[in-house]
């Protein structure tokens, strides 16, 4: 079946409902003072508030209820590798229950990505240095989602970093032709393809 076939549908029940979203990596503190890095393709955002969605029982939520700061970083497409290498890392020892049998502890989720922190400015958690896009953030409410096995965290931006590549000359616009983020597509891992056109309240 082609895309020229429209109206040709059929039920279907998939495992997931990735329908093409953008990936993260959320930086959080430990009780430690260390960080914990934690991929996720579960984030959107509605004006300067962004909704993000994570394991119940995973280490990230641990750390946000504790200590309600983060970043939100945005790698780019051509980073895909260095966030698979975390896929299977935990902050977490021993491995929480629920995890996939692969999972093993890592303490140091920056070196085992081969990515390097930069100290944020307004939150205690740091950002990825090569990432394109980075976001601190204070996490404003945490709660269950209605099957119990995740949880729907509200944080706010406080402060946002480009690099100067993806940003428009003179303005704090970015370059949506320059800046590509890494798309999560049904588990699989996508840029964007070409420029299509120009919304209406678009603001360049």
């Given at each position: 079946m082609t895309l020229t076939d429209r109206g040709t549908h059929r039920v279907i029940t998939p495992s997931i409902l990735y329908f093409g979203t953008p990936v993260v990596v959320l930086s959080s503190e430990n009780a430690d003072g260390t960080a914990n890095l934690a991929p996720i393709s579960s984030a959107w955002a509605l004006g300067n508030v962004f909704l993000l969605g994570l394991g119940a029982n995973g280490h990230t939520v641990h750390n946000l209820r504790a200590r309600p700061e983060l970043v939100i970083n945005f790698p780019s497409?051509?980073?895909?590798?260095?966030?698979?290498?975390?896929?299977?890392?935990?902050?977490?020892?021993?491995?929480?229950?629920?995890?996939?049998?692969?999972?093993?502890?890592?303490?140091?989720?920056?070196?085992?990505?081969?990515?390097?922190?930069?100290?944020?400015?307004?939150?205690?958690?740091?950002?990825?240095?090569?990432?394109?896009?980075?976001?601190?953030?204070?996490?404003?409410?945490?709660?269950?989602?209605?099957?119990?096995?995740?949880?729907?965290?509200?944080?706010?931006?406080?402060?946002?970093?480009?690099?100067?590549?993806?940003?428009?000359d003179g303005t704090s616009h970015v370059d949506p032709t320059v800046w590509s983020p890494l798309i999560y597509n049904f588990r699989h891992y996508f840029g964007l393809g070409p420029h299509l056109g120009k919304a209406a309240r678009a603001e360049h």
């Open positions: 497409p051509d980073q895909w590798q260095q966030v698979e290498r975390l896929a299977l890392l935990t902050g977490a020892d021993p491995v929480p229950a629920g995890k996939p049998a692969e999972c093993r502890f890592a303490a140091d989720k920056f070196g085992a990505a081969g990515w390097h922190p930069t100290p944020s400015e307004l939150v205690r958690p740091p950002r990825i240095t090569e990432c394109p896009a980075q976001i601190e953030a204070t996490v404003t409410n945490l709660r269950s989602d209605a099957s119990g096995q995740f949880i729907i965290v509200e944080a706010t931006a406080v402060r946002v970093h480009a690099d100067t590549g993806i940003v428009i």
